[in-house]
């Protein structure tokens, strides 16, 4: 399973972006999708997990501006990311086959990351 992440860029604090997480020659629709984050220095983070059951999880930091979503199109998962700030700054990942906890035990597909600048 190949996935791709998209949608990065640099935005000033306050403003928007969409990330988007889509699997080449796979399905979405009946997994369990992560987006995580990881910092220079820092461990990579949990940012918001969706269930196939149809919960959804977010880092507290993040909970309130962004969300999580499944596109109309069965390999596409959104991470709606609103009033930004200069902390989210870091590369997004998204992951296929998470836990609905969002933990990786070591069995789900992971897609290279986009960045995501943020400047104050």
């Known amino acids: 399973v190949q996935l791709q992440a998209s949608g990065g860029g640099t935005v000033q604090a306050g403003g928007s972006l969409r990330l988007s997480c889509r699997a080449l020659?796979?399905?979405?629709?009946?997994?369990?999708i992560g987006w995580y984050r990881q910092a220079p220095g820092k461990q990579r983070e949990l940012v918001a997990v969706?269930?196939?059951?149809?919960?959804?999880k977010y880092a507290d930091s993040v909970k309130g501006r962004f969300t999580i979503s499944r596109g109309s199109a069965l390999n596409t998962v959104y991470l709606e990311m609103n009033d930004l700030k200069p902390e989210d700054t870091s590369v997004y990942y998204c992951?296929?086959?998470?836990?609905?906890?969002?933990?990786?035990?070591?069995?789900?597909?992971w897609g290279k990351g986009t960045q995501v600048t943020v400047s104050s």
């Open positions: 992951a296929r086959d998470v836990e609905p906890t969002g933990f990786d035990y070591g069995m789900a597909y």
């Open positions: 020659g796979a399905t979405l629709s009946i997994n369990n």
């Open positions: 969706a269930s196939v059951g149809g919960t959804t």
